[in-house]
């Protein structure tokens, strides 16, 4: 699989080293951005998130487990396993790279690139269960958070196959 790298308004005009980037979607770029998240102060002061929570980038799927006040979690999973989920995040990558490239550009998602936007506009979450999406709406802030952090990372994209 070939990989770009975006660039976006916040970086450097010369080139940064390719060990310098983390890769999306993989398990790396969820644990670096599992890690800013734990030690944020503004996440924590979000509350207690207790939820499994499933993403889907195109075919690859990722499980966050939120126990508490941090990201306990991350792993790459098989279909089967949403099924512990109590939601799941579906987007194709190019609406991945158009989120995360806004958060990078904006130090977070502006307006039109919420999860509670995109989910209003494009119904990206999707839960076997009505509770399930009640934990959404609970903790979308929390979520929100968690990916607004990753504008600290250099991100690489991973090329559609």
């Not at 190019?94 to 550009?105: A, F, I, M, P, Y």
């Amino acid at each position: 699989m070939d990989a770009t790298r975006i660039t976006t308004a916040n970086d450097q005009p010369n080139h940064q080293e390719r060990a310098d980037l983390t890769l999306f979607p993989s398990v790396e770029w969820f644990e670096s951005v599992r890690e800013i998240a734990n030690r944020d102060r503004a996440f924590r002061r979000l509350g207690s998130c207790d939820a499994k929570v499933g993403v889907r980038v195109g075919e690859r799927i990722y499980a966050l487990d939120f126990e508490a006040f941090e990201c306990a979690a991350v792993s790459e999973i098989q279909e089967y396993a949403l099924a512990d989920a109590d939601f799941v995040l579906r987007m194709d990558p190019e609406s991945w790279r158009s989120l995360l490239t806004n958060v990078k550009d904006n130090g977070g998602a502006d307006s039109e690139h919420t999860l509670n936007t995109l989910d209003v506009q494009s119904g990206i979450v999707q839960s076997a269960n009505p509770y399930g999406l009640n934990s959404f709406a609970r903790y979308h802030l929390t979520l929100q958070r968690f990916f607004d952090v990753s504008c600290h990372i250099e991100t690489e994209f991973a090329d559609a196959d």
